[in-house]
């Protein structure tokens, strides 16, 4: 189950994406990071001469997408002052949702929606590269008529993560813990999300979007997942991100200078 390679630059925007916000949640402390990225949030850990953020904007720029709305927490201003001397992310409109103290996956997704334009968001995790097709994923979420979707990584041999099953149309049916799997789909940390709904009504200030949203809405019908094979690499963990750092040179044609 080969994963397909991740080249850029693409010869053409993704029509289905543009005017989608997206939502990257950046405000981790980066502490399994510690030993080899020291003083920085961990979207800003250095991959190949740019941040890790920067893959993640071509990412987005590729697929269309042009407001960012950055959910920033632990030294916020590092990313805020980086934007801001980078000419190359001109092409954005960058809007910041800060936290003042953390809040959680959930906490922070509740916190970002409140700057959110249009029906629905693009939701990214920021220590995640995950090439998804978000035009495909915004057409079967609307086929489906979801309240969130999530694109699936179909993998191999791993323990790592936990799995995510899903019937013959997609609704998600379950959540399993992590385990040894020779073969299954995980979260990939890529959502489409509608903006106006009730999930998140009468929920906390900090809670977990894992937890509190996605699990809990198993079996109700409106939570679906998708699979999709793009390269995928979560830069948690120090090997991991030193992988990154030897794949981004292959991967981001003409980006790396």
Known sequence: MEQQPLRYPRPEHKPGSAGLDAIILAGGLGTRLRSVVQDLPKCMAPVGGHPFLYYLLEYLKKQGVRRVILSLGYLHETVEEWIAKTPALSGFEFVYSVESE??????????????ATGN??????????FDADIEALVAAHRQRGAALSMALKPME??????TVTTD?????TAFHEKRFCTQGTINGGVYILQTHNSLFDGMPARFSFETEILEKQVGKGNLFGFPDNGYFIDIGIPSDYAKAETDFKNMFDGTTR
């Open 168 to 172: 013959g149309e997609g609704r998600v």
């Open 102 to 115: 953390p809040l959680g996956t959930g906490g922070a997704v509740k916190q970002a929606l409140a700057q």
């Open 120 to 129: 629905e968001v693009l939701i990214l995790n920021g220590d995640t590269l």
């Open 157 to 162: 041999h791993f323990d790592r993560y936990g």
